[in-house]
């Protein structure tokens, strides 16, 4: 019953936000606002998607759960640029800036009671992960095929 409530509420601002932006600068102007924040918003985020590409590639095993949480908080500024509004483009402006993305990192992991870990098998490979810190374990994830020559078995005598 709280997202209704939370989606009504939302929608109220942004519809209170377009009639006081209208006011101010007439509807031709809030209609190019709208549009340059989407143009401008979606490129920014598309310049700061490449840079966190750039950054996944070379990140160490132990910073990959911050990269990964960068590209989400990302994509989802991104999302809220896409959507029409004044109060969803200053969210998604938020969320381009670094030190607003590690507070909100912080409180996820606050309110969930765990933290990104990333752990490590026998093999080299890493496997990411959201999940309490567990007690060291070796793990050998592996295949096997059988090389060995079958024993000639009896021979039968020539005639």
Request: with cysteine.
């Amino acid at each position: 019953m709280r997202l209704p409530l939370f989606l009504i509420a939302y929608l109220l601002v942004e519809i209170a936000a377009f009639a006081w932006v209208g006011e101010k600068v007439g509807v031709l102007g809030t209609v190019a606002l709208v549009v340059l924040s989407t143009v401008v918003g979606l490129s920014l985020v598309q310049r700061q998607g490449l840079d966190a590409l750039r950054k996944v590639a070379r990140s160490t095993p132990g910073e990959a759960p911050v990269v990964a949480w960068d590209g989400l908080c990302l994509a989802t500024a991104g999302v809220l640029f896409a959507v029409p509004g004044f109060v969803s483009d200053l969210a998604g402006v938020a969320l381009l800036i670094p030190p607003v993305r590690r507070v909100l990192l912080a409180q996820a992991q606050r309110l969930s009671g765990a933290r990104f870990t990333v752990r490590a098998t026998s093999g080299g490979r890493t496997s990411g992960g959201y999940a309490a810190p567990t007690r060291p374990t070796t793990v050998i994830d592996g295949d096997f095929v059988d090389v060995t020559r079958p024993e000639p078995g009896p021979t039968l005598p020539k005639e």
